[in-house]
């Protein structure tokens, strides 16, 4: 079945912890990226890749570091979480560009103490 | 940068009845312009798209319009269902740049 897995789905942890939240596709898409969903601010993207090795900050990178080692997986990192990153992360991907319909993983439910 | 705007932010009608969600956005280069449907818990799925050289595009009960000149875009539901109630964002890119969304609108279908 075609289709992006992100994990955890849940997550509580206390500020300054590292954490990393996977992601992955199996539809060979080149075009990844990470939304973070807030409530009255929509989905705002925190950073994307257009192929491996290749990434761009979105509208809010500051907090997050991402890499794309391998087509299929883009992971999220969070070196220090802040009580400003308690959100909803989702991970998308696309066969090759923005313009393209964007496939959304589950989503992860993060909270920062 | 691009920056889209989206109004109304909540939205309530009759089963029956059309509804109308407008965005516009800042960019003339964009070209690009999907619609996402999110119901409750659920992830973003595209409902529909269009692309600057097309004016109109429908599917069904959903159709969706462009004015490059004015640079504004909007989603229309007709004959809305109880099953049409969700938040729908719209959004703008052009190839090589990020997706920007607006900030959604939540429509309420009651029957």
């Known amino acids: 079945e075609a289709q992006v897995t992100q994990n955890p789905r849940y997550l509580i942890t206390v500020t300054g912890k590292k954490l990393t939240v996977t992601c992955s596709q199996n539809?060979?898409?080149?075009?990844m990226s990470w939304y973070r969903q807030d409530p009255g601010l929509g989905l705002r993207q925190i950073y994307y890749s257009m192929n491996v090795e290749v990434t761009d900050k979105g509208d809010v990178p500051e907090g997050y570091k991402v890499s794309r080692k391998e087509k299929r997986n883009f992971p999220l990192i969070l070196e220090s979480p802040s009580p400003n990153q308690t959100s909803l992360y989702f991970c998308?991907?696309?066969?090759?560009?923005?313009?393209?319909?964007?496939?959304f993983g589950p989503g992860t439910r993060l909270l920062v103490l | 940068g691009e920056n889209v705007e989206q109004h109304p932010s909540t939205l309530s009608v009759q089963e029956g009845d059309s509804a109308v969600i407008k965005c516009t956005y800042s960019d003339s280069a964009s070209n690009y312009f999907p619609w996402y449907k999110q119901e409750l818990g659920k992830r973003p799925q595209l409902i529909i798209d269009i692309r600057s050289n097309v004016g109109e595009k429908k599917d069904q009960r959903i159709a969706v319009t462009l004015n490059k000149t004015a640079k504004h875009f909007s989603l229309h539901i007709t004959e809305t269902q109880p099953e049409d109630s969700a938040v729908y964002f719209c959004?703008?890119?052009?190839?090589?740049?990020?997706?920007?969304f607006g900030k959604g609108t939540t429509l309420s279908v009651s029957s």
């Open positions: 959004a703008a890119s052009q190839a090589g740049t990020a997706l920007i």
């Open positions: 539809m060979n898409h080149e075009y």
């Open positions: 998308a991907s696309s066969p090759a560009d923005t313009e393209e319909t964007q496939y």
